[in-house]
C-alpha cells in the first residue's frame, strides 16, 4: 500500500473514530466527563473552519495528523468497550449516508479567531499609534 492511500485511509479511520464519539455524547452509559471532552473534540472535528488553517504549510495539517487522533485516543479510553463498539457500528452505517458538519464548533472557531484579531488591532494600535 503507498504512503498516499495509508494517509487516506487514516483519514477516513479519524472521521469514523470522531463520528462515533459524537455518537457516543448521546449515550446514557458513557460517564459525564468522557462526554464533555468528546463534545468539544466532536465540535472541532466536524467544524468547517479549522484552528490552524490549512493553506499554512506543515502547521496547517497539525490538528488533523496529532491533534484529533490524540483526543480520540484519550477520549476512547474514557468511554466503556462495550459503548465505543455499538457506537462505531451505528457510525460506519450512517456515515455511508453521507458527512455529518457542525456549524456550533465552526461557531466556536470563529468566535476564536475574531477574538485573536481583535487583540492583534488592539496591541499592534498601542504599539504604533501609542497615547500621546
Do not use: N
Not at 39 to 58: E, G, T
Not at 82 to 88: E, H, I, L, P, W
Amino acid at each position: 500500500m503507498s504512503l498516499t492511500a495509508r494517509w487516506r485511509a487514516r483519514a477516513r479511520r479519524l472521521g469514523l473514530d470522531a463520528y462515533t464519539l459524537y455518537l457516543a455524547c448521546q449515550d446514557p452509559r458513557t460517564p459525564w466527563i468522557a462526554k464533555a471532552v468528546a463534545a468539544s473534540l466532536v465540535a472541532y472535528a466536524f467544524s468547517p473552519i479549522d484552528l490552524i488553517p490549512d493553506f499554512i504549510p506543515v502547521l496547517g495539517y497539525l490538528d488533523e495528523m496529532v491533534l484529533l487522533p490524540l483526543g480520540v485516543l484519550l477520549v476512547s479510553r474514557m468511554i466503556p468497550a462495550t459503548v465505543m463498539a455499538d457506537c462505531r457500528e451505528r457510525a460506519e452505517h450512517s456515515l455511508a449516508t453521507g458527512r455529518p458538519v457542525s456549524w456550533l464548533g465552526a461557531a466556536i472557531v470563529l468566535t476564536a479567531w475574531i477574538a485573536l484579531a481583535v487583540v492583534g488591532i488592539v496591541l499592534a494600535r498601542r504599539v504604533f499609534w501609542p497615547p500621546d
